[in-house]
């Protein structure tokens, strides 16, 4: 299970930042393998699209903002 694309990316507003990690895989199954079996003890937030796996993580971001930046996040990324 190895993506074919990666990108990594840091919304940054002031002192609130949150990084997202995106990994495109050939077919849909791969990515949602991997949505699976992400380990999520570290607050991570995660969706899958298709075949795209995301990651979304923030170290000055409480949980229930970064569930509510992944829902915008979901609404505005194609």
């Known amino acids: 299970m190895k993506p074919e694309q990666w990108i990594r990316a840091a919304y940054v507003n002031g002192q609130r930042s949150v990084g997202v990690s995106a990994f495109a895989f050939s077919n849909d199954a791969s990515a949602f393998e991997l949505q699976q079996r992400w380990n999520r003890g570290g607050g991570d937030?995660?969706?899958?699209?298709?075949?795209?796996?995301?990651v979304c993580n923030s170290s000055t971001e409480p949980t229930a903002a970064l569930i509510e930046f992944v829902k915008l996040l979901e609404k505005t990324w194609p």
């Open 45 to 54: 937030v995660t969706y899958q699209r298709k075949s795209v796996f995301v």
